[in-house]
């Protein structure tokens, strides 16, 4: 009886190079947001003026480019080289990085389904201090216009939260012309127009709410 055996591929071609070409695509898309993130800072200065990172009193969106691609960035090459290099120590390390990421959205759906009165603060709070800061950062400023379209709201509970921005609150003493009114995002779009009527808030709130 022959003492040779057979030695076969550790990984099948078919599974390698799909595991390579999925793989390269998340690692193209994670260095895309990346580099998506980078340009957004540049254009507001951040990366010339660094202090300016902690100037805004709401969330940067680009932070979230930022994290998001690092992440798919570092999972995409760890695949990539792993499958196509048959690397048993970068496939285990993409394996289990999914797994943690797996395993933090369960404990995630868990602790809000048990806390979800104080996330449900939290959340108020949050959205709260994007409203004071709807102004200071164009970027913050797009993802709320868009997330009250495309939701059909107006502020956390409604367009009186537009009181919290210096901007748009009804104090007497408030010298903008966007006094007592509401982001174009508020009202409600009419299918005739082509173009977006961005005052279509203004004084809104000093009057019975239209939008």
Not at 22 to 30: A, E, R
Not at 78 to 103: D, M, P, Q, Y
Not at 121 to 139: C, G, V
Not at 143 to 166: H, K, M, P, R, S
């Amino acid at each position: 009886m022959s003492g040779n055996h057979f030695k076969g591929h550790e990984v099948s071609c078919c599974i390698k190079y799909f595991i390579f070409g999925f793989n390269i695509l998340f690692w193209l898309l994670g260095m895309a947001l990346v580099g998506i993130g980078l340009w957004a800072w540049s254009e507001k200065g951040v990366l010339s003026n660094i202090s300016s990172i902690t100037d805004l009193g709401g969330l940067d969106p680009v932070w979230l480019f930022m994290v998001v691609g690092g992440v798919m960035f570092i999972l995409g090459f760890a695949g990539c080289i792993g499958a196509l290099r048959e690397n048993t120590f970068l496939l285990k390390f993409f394996s289990v990085f999914l797994g943690i990421i797996f395993f933090l959205e369960l404990t995630t759906g868990v602790l809000a389904f048990v806390f979800k009165d104080w996330i449900k603060d939290q959340l108020n709070l949050f959205i709260n201090n994007n409203i004071r800061a709807y102004r200071d950062d164009i970027d913050l400023q797009n993802l709320i216009d868009f997330t009250q379209e495309y939701w059909e709201c107006c502020g956390a509970f409604g367009a009186d939260d537009w009181n919290l921005n210096i901007y748009f609150n009804c104090t007497d003493g408030n010298p903008s012309r966007e006094k007592c009114g509401v982001p174009f995002s508020c009202c409600t779009k009419d299918p005739a127009e082509d173009v977006i009527n961005t005052q279509c808030g203004y004084d809104i709130r000093a009057k019975p709410f239209q939008c």
